[in-house]
């Protein structure tokens, strides 16, 4: 269920757009806003912080994460697609995936385990009995 669906690897001009009128003071505002934080660094330290990720690619990270769709994603989905209520399954499997690799027996030096790496507490207030039960942790 993998593929491309759009690619975006090309720059594209970023446009912002504000009411047509009279007053031009937002549209003034915001080109000082732009310039001023593009002049003192701010815009590209954003810029780094939230998009600079974007030329890292891993692919033993990538390989892992395949064999893992391919091999655990099969016994474990029917689980995320039981519990995902609100949102998509694919939504909390990725979840998931963020936070155990899909191993229901995952734990963490701070304390967190299983699946959905859950404290003590969260699980107390949920009523869970075993944080590693992949179950009772999606």
Do not use: C
């Not at 310039?35 to 330290?45: Q, S």
Request: hydrophobic share 40%; net charge negative.
């Amino acid at each position: 269920e993998l593929a491309v669906a759009l690619d975006i690897t090309d720059e594209q001009p970023v446009t912002w757009f504000s009411a047509r009128d009279d007053d031009n003071s937002l549209s003034a505002a915001m080109l000082d806003f732009f310039n001023n934080i593009n002049e003192d660094g701010t815009l590209a330290r954003l810029e780094e912080k939230y998009l600079g990720h974007g030329n890292d690619f891993d692919y033993v990270d990538t390989r892992t994460f395949l064999r893992a769709v391919e091999n655990i994603l099969p016994e474990v989905q029917p689980l995320f697609e039981k519990y995902a209520r609100e949102i998509d399954w694919r939504l909390l499997a990725a979840i998931a995936w963020q936070e155990s690799h899909w191993d229901p027996q995952a734990t963490s030096p701070t304390g967190v385990r299983g699946m959905m790496m859950l404290t003590r507490n969260t699980a107390q207030s949920l009523g869970l009995t075993d944080r590693t039960d992949a179950a009772q942790s999606i």
